[in-house]
T-cell receptor, first 114, second 113 residues
Framework: NAGVMQNPRHLVRRRGQEARLRCSPMKGHSHVYWYRQLPEEGLKFMVYLQKENIIDESGMPKERFSAEFPKEGPSILRIQQVVRGDSAAYFCASSLFRPPYEQYFGPGTRLTVT | DQQVKQNSPSLSVQEGRISILNCDYTNSMFDYFLWYKKYPAEGPTFLIS?????DKNEDGRFTVFLNKSAKHLSLHIVPSQPGDSAVYFC????????????FGQGTTLQVKP
């Protein structure tokens, strides 16, 4: 049973470009979470989604960031007009059941904004 | 406002001995706690969890203890192995079931052969 998949593993974008991060949850998992780890900091919750629904986006910056988890295909975290402060590791996690329950993390996407 | 705190940035133990990692929290609404291990350039790996209705949960070499009155939990690893060297994060979840995990800053464990 494959784990949580994320791609790309590394992404370099210039300021002002768009970044698209993809996450495929573990098989059978319908709950997806996105977290961000800034340099020298712990993981910070961004958003929790179920298929076609955003359940909690309280950790998402108000502008430029959006997330979706369509009926078919991976979950996408989209960052428009990236700035240097967006450089971080972005982790996706999934769970089999609704919270509270163990969340299993992917390897992360390391975004570098130049 | 750091609701989950791991006050020891690092810990070093000898192989075969016990490793004890500590975590404190401030929000009494947290009712589910988890420990994760993380290697550099990888995602966190789930280790063990505990519900607030319990005070202890054991899985192999890993045991988590929860002291609700002190708002404190700890992870015991016995016996410690060099492969356990990693950053350990505790995380907490609240009763509103939003899915949000609040993470501590992490403790770097080094197990010396």
């Amino acid at each position: 049973n494959a784990g949580v998949m994320q791609n790309p593993r590394h992404l370099v974008r210039r300021r002002g470009q768009e970044a698209r991060l993809r996450c495929s949850p573990m098989k059978g998992h319908s709950h997806v979470y996105w977290y961000r780890q800034l340099p020298e900091e712990g993981l910070k919750f961004m958003v929790y989604l179920q298929k076609e629904n955003i359940i909690d986006e309280s950790g998402m910056p108000k502008e430029r960031f959006s997330a979706e988890f369509p009926k078919e295909g991976p979950s996408i975290l989209r960052i428009q007009q990236v700035v240097r402060g967006d450089s971080a590791a972005y982790f996706c996690a999934s769970s089999l059941f609704r919270p509270p329950y163990e969340q299993y993390f992917g390897p992360g996407t390391r975004l570098t904004v130049t | 406002d750091q609701q989950v705190k791991q006050n020891s940035p690092s810990l070093s133990v000898q192989e075969g001995r016990i490793s004890i990692l500590n975590c404190d929290y401030t929000n009494s609404m947290f009712d589910y706690f988890l420990w994760y291990k993380k290697y550099p350039a990888e995602g966190p790996t789930f280790l063990i969890s505990i519900s607030s209705i319990k005070d202890k949960n054991e899985d192999g070499r890993f045991t988590v203890f929860l002291n609700k009155s002190a708002k404190h939990l700890s992870l015991h690893i016995v016996p410690s192995q060099p492969g356990d060297s990693a950053v350990y994060f505790c995380a907490a979840s609240g009763t509103n079931n939003t899915g949000k995990l609040i993470f501590g800053q992490g403790t770097t464990l080094q197990v010396k052969p």
